[in-house]
């Protein structure tokens, strides 16, 4: 008998296909168990990689290796003390926590010469395992230096009482506040100030986007009691409340937008009442309630634009009361019922202006209000 060799015996061994399937499945499936086994791993090194922070006082450094840092309690930074937290670092609020200023805290990294998304620190929470958001930064009395620099903030909302419902993203009283590069969107408070409160504080803001907050009171977007407040390359969007709400103090706006805010009251856009206001080359626009609404006090408009604001029968640009106003070079036109109506002892001058309207009057006035227009066109 002649005898194969195992080639040829393989050649013609009628199961070589059901083998060679085998084989494979074999392959497969070691495959299919390492590709498992290097996404356990890979999970339980994400979970070794987090770290958690109790209740209490934190201090030191937060960087990127840590990250991210979950919160389990409310924490607080002590007087004298300092926090830092490296760019990209994020922070996620394991339930309705506060974050409490009362030393230094600082973000980002100053001497990066371009700041973009990549680089931002985000605090925020997991929505659908905490749907009461966490409790927002609160400032108390805190170091001059603190400052938010490229960095989100979300999902945080103020819903206790007294100054605890006010400032969803951000409270500070008597504090000195530096916010740049930042985003504030989709924070809430029961109170006044969806996205940022401020109580007798001196923030600067500059290149910050405030959008999509809203509150219980005023000033979806900011609420200021008093103080000192600068805006620089602001915008200030789509917020329920409003979008900036002042009493007292000083309000300074440049290069800044306040656009499709729905005000619960009169001053969809900007409300303002006893204060002094500053705004150059701002647009206020497509608001509902009206642009901007002052009572007592002063403001001075400057190369800006007031248009397709809605909701009142007249001055849905501007409607002021008891103050004093000059506008140089400012356009009012388009707004839905009137462009300016000032009322109660103003006074109102009027440099280098276009008011139109299409319905209601494009200057409204009563017989207390004193009026200077200088090279106006006002078409009704």
Known sequence: MKLLSAAACVRTCPTREKCGAREDTRAAAKARGFVLFFLVLLGICSALAATHISAGDVSGAWTLSGSPYIIDGSVTVPKDQTLTIEPKVVVQFAGHY????????????????????????????????????????????????????????????????????MGGAIYCENTNLAITNCSLHDNAASGAGGAMACVNSAPKLANVSISQNSSGGAGGGIYAAGGDVNLANVTVTENTGGGIAMTGGQLRLANCSLSENKGAEQGGGLKAGGCAVSIANATISKNEKGGVYLEGGTLSLANCSIHRNTGLDRGAGLFIKKAEVNLANTSVSDNAAGAVCALDNSEITLTNCSLETTAGRALDTDSTTTVTKINCRIKE
């Open 98 to 165: 506060q974050f409490i200023v009362r030393g230094k805290l600082q973000t980002g990294d100053s001497d990066f010469k371009v700041h973009d998304k990549e680089m931002r620190v985000l605090f925020t929470t997991d929505l659908a395992k905490n749907p009461a958001g966490w409790g927002g930064l609160r400032f108390d009395n805190a170091h001059g230096e603190c400052r938010l620099l490229d960095c989100d903030i979300e999902h945080a909302h103020a819903t206790d009482e007294g100054t605890a419902a």
